[in-house]
């Protein structure tokens, strides 16, 4: 049976960039002059009083996507089925069989169950799904630093207690994951079909 994962080369480039992108999220929601996740467009929906968790931000992407973003995790959902998890701790990317968006959820544990792909079909959709998650990181990136400036993203690793990538590569890494995804979707079409 087939092994439907993420190649090594894209989880050994991805596990570290998406670490660091949620700490740097984390600075973002809470800079001095401005929340920049509202900035770029999030709707912020707070975890209410009665209970533990992370506030979610939402953003309605122009092609008809949805993406969600907590403390621990990343959703990604283009209307139809199936939408795509990142979880930050372990970076677990995989699918959950459902189009709509996570409403109401604001710890990991509410998260409906996050599945591998089963067969190329899928495992073609998580990739597919991943890139276009890459290219509107990539993008947000690139207006951060337009934006805030790079002294402001130097700034926000300046105090990670992990080896940081250069903040004014960010961008362009999230890039080069899009290209090593692609290149591996165009060489398991060729060994798995």
């Not at 979880?87 to 995989?94: E, F």
Request: charged letters at 15%.
């Amino acid at each position: 049976m087939p092994n439907y994962a993420l190649p090594k080369a894209v989880q050994q480039a991805g596990r570290p960039l998406f670490e660091q992108q949620c700490w740097c999220w984390g600075h973002d929601v809470r800079r001095g002059a401005g929340n920049l996740l509202l900035e770029y467009g999030a709707e912020r929906s707070r975890v209410p009083a009665e209970q533990r968790g992370s506030s979610n931000y939402r953003f309605q992407l122009g092609n008809g996507a949805t993406l969600d973003l907590w403390g621990w995790g990343l959703w990604y959902g283009d209307g139809y089925p199936a939408s795509l998890f990142l979880r930050r701790d372990k970076l677990q990317i995989g699918l959950i069989d459902r189009a709509a968006p996570l409403c109401n959820v604001w710890s990991l544990s509410a998260v409906p169950p996050v599945r591998m792909p089963g067969n190329l079909n899928e495992w073609l959709r998580m990739t597919s799904l991943l890139c276009h998650c890459c290219t509107w990181i990539a993008s947000y990136e690139q207006w951060v630093l337009s934006h805030a400036g790079l002294t402001y993203r130097q700034n926000c690793l300046a105090d990670w207690n992990k080896r940081a990538l250069p903040a004014h590569e960010m961008a362009e890494r999230w890039q080069q994951l899009h290209e090593l995804i692609v290149a591996s979707q165009l060489t398991s079409n060729l060994v798995l079909a």
